[in-house]
Nanobody, 124 residues
Framework: QVQLVESGGGLVQAGGSLRLSCAASGSIFNTNQMGWFRQAPGKQRDLVASITTGDTTNYADSVKGRFIISRDNAKNKVYLQMNSLKPEDTAVYYC??????????????????WGQGTQVTVSS
């Protein structure tokens, strides 16, 4: 089992910045992927950004150039620096973790774990 605890959400004006943090504990594997998803009311939960233990990152097109994901492997923490925030970034942000492993050139993924979510509200 893996537990994820997020912090750092809140209310900010458009153009402002926020930094989300997520701490993972429990059965953490040496190779894994952590990231952030978000869900606005009435919409599906979508990927915002992810990062592997090897620092390979992936961003949604809507946040490229504005958000930066990073991690501290020694502390099992992942961060999301959100700059130039827009009202459309308003959502509940969820931390995500899953184990990864390679076999014969193929990447495999383990069970997904989720944090409880943190609200980010951007006012216009």
């Amino acid at each position: 089992q893996v537990q994820l605890v997020e912090s750092g959400g809140g209310l900010v004006q458009a153009g402002g910045s926020l930094r989300l943090s997520c701490a993972a504990s429990g059965s953490i594997f040496n190779t894994n992927q952590m990231g952030w998803f978000r869900q606005a009311p009435g919409k599906q939960r979508d990927l915002v950004a992810s990062i592997t233990t090897g620092d390979t990152t992936n961003y949604a097109d809507s946040v490229k150039g504005r958000f930066i994901i990073s991690r501290d492997n020694a502390k099992n923490k992942v961060y999301l620096q959100m700059n130039s925030l827009k009202p459309e970034d308003t959502a509940v942000y969820y931390c995500h973790y899953r184990r990864t492993w390679e076999s014969h050139g193929t990447t495999y993924y383990g069970e997904s774990y989720w944090g409880q979510g943190t609200q980010v509200t951007v006012s216009s």
